[in-house]
């Protein structure tokens, strides 16, 4: 089982990823504990793809350099499952196949009884104001209840930082307001650094950090140089 997560810094160290001879991003920041750092863009800018390189998944047509830190530990050369990174991806993503607390029992890192993992899974719906919600079936959930779990899914793995996919951009605007604050006020609590990718400048303000805008800007040779 792993240890629980300390408060760390995510570097991103002379980041550049390519696509045939294009480059997409070069980016070299820091992210400190608690700290909700923006990126903004338009689409088809490579925003998804950088959350892809620092999770570990990128797809093979892209090309990438530079290292990816948590605290003292270079983790990317790590295998994806190892890097201790939460993903929140625009659609929740919940295992049909399992009921809520199955989900959500999916996420605790492995260790501890089944009382135990229950246990927990129980309490983290209480949490998040679901409480007698663990034998349910996720498609009888609404969209906001499924952003519930799968945010506290995320938690309960433990990660030492998070990366958020647009995971608002599927809501509407009242459950938009609510889910933000949510995740943005449990990143925050558990000190845990986090990059937030958008194109949605009420997210940027939510989250309250630094703004990154990435470019695709063409220079006299026809080709897209980095913009940051």
Do not use: Y
Not at 52 to 63: E, R, V
Not at 103 to 123: D, M, T, V, W, Y
Not at 169 to 182: G, N, T
Request: with cysteine.
């Amino acid at each position: 089982m792993f240890d629980p997560p300390t408060p760390d810094a995510l570097i991103l160290e002379q980041i550049s990823i390519h696509q045939a001879e294009r480059c997409l991003i070069a980016l070299n920041t820091r992210i400190e504990p608690g700290e909700i750092l923006t990126i903004m863009g338009p689409s088809g800018v490579g925003k998804s793809t950088l959350l892809a390189f620092l999770a570990g998944f990128l797809a093979s047509t892209f090309s990438a350099s530079g290292q990816v830190w948590l605290g003292n530990s270079e983790i990317s050369a790590l295998p994806a499952e190892r890097r201790r990174l939460g993903l929140l991806f625009q659609d929740p993503l919940l295992f049909p196949h399992l009921s809520v607390g199955g989900n959500l029992a999916f996420g605790i890192p492995h260790g501890g009884s089944k009382r135990q993992r229950h246990a927990k899974a129980e309490q983290a719906l209480a949490d998040i104001g679901l409480t007698g919600f663990a034998n349910r079936n996720p498609e009888t959930l609404s969209g906001g209840q499924r952003a519930r779990v799968a945010l506290m899914r995320v938690l309960l793995a433990e990660p030492r930082a998070m990366l958020l996919d647009e995971p608002f951009s599927r809501l509407d605007a009242a459950l938009r307001e609510e889910i933000r604050q949510l995740v943005f006020k449990r990143a925050r609590d558990k000190g845990l650094p986090t990059l937030l990718v958008t194109h949605d400048q009420a997210d940027a303000k939510a989250a309250g950090g630094p703004v990154i805008e990435l470019t695709t800007h063409k220079n006299a040779a026809g080709s897209d140089p980095c913009g940051v």
